[in-house]
């Protein structure tokens, strides 16, 4: 029997940077579902209610500290990781991440091969 693909919801406003590992994340096996707002990954996640949740902290509307927290209420009977992916990697956006209910603070850019590995082998050792 196949193993079930991971689905990620990934919200990011910087287009070359959300195709570039939305490309990635599928070539790895990942189910990905791309949008540019926090808005819009609140309405994917109630949908979808994906496995993982990429979110860049700095958009605009919905930020991503907001929609972590929106997730987190409406999924909190659903086991999902939230990843925080932001090009600003000081200590108070860190605190603001986990104070908002983010699991993981990545900072850009990132090696897509090293996000690749991060995200499958976390979830891998979760469907065990």
């Given at each position: 029997m196949e193993p079930k693909k991971l689905t990620v919801v990934f919200a990011d406003d910087d287009i070359p940077i959300r195709d570039t590992l939305v490309e990635c994340l599928r070539d790895a096996g990942l189910e990905v579902h791309a949008c540019n707002d926090g808005s819009e990954a609140v309405r994917l996640c109630s949908a979808i209610k994906p496995d993982i949740v990429l979110l860049d902290l700095n958009?605009?509307?919905?930020?991503?500290?907001?929609?972590?927290?929106?997730?987190?209420?409406?999924?909190?009977?659903h086991p999902v990781r939230l990843v925080a992916l932001t090009g600003f990697g000081n200590w108070d956006a860190r605190r603001k991440a986990f104070d908002a209910g983010f699991d993981e603070f990545l900072t850009k850019p990132i090696p897509t091969q090293a996000l690749v590995a991060s995200l499958s082998g976390d979830a891998a050792n979760r469907s065990r």
């Open positions: 958009m605009e509307g919905i930020d991503g500290y907001e929609a972590a927290r929106v997730i987190r209420r409406n999924l909190a009977m």
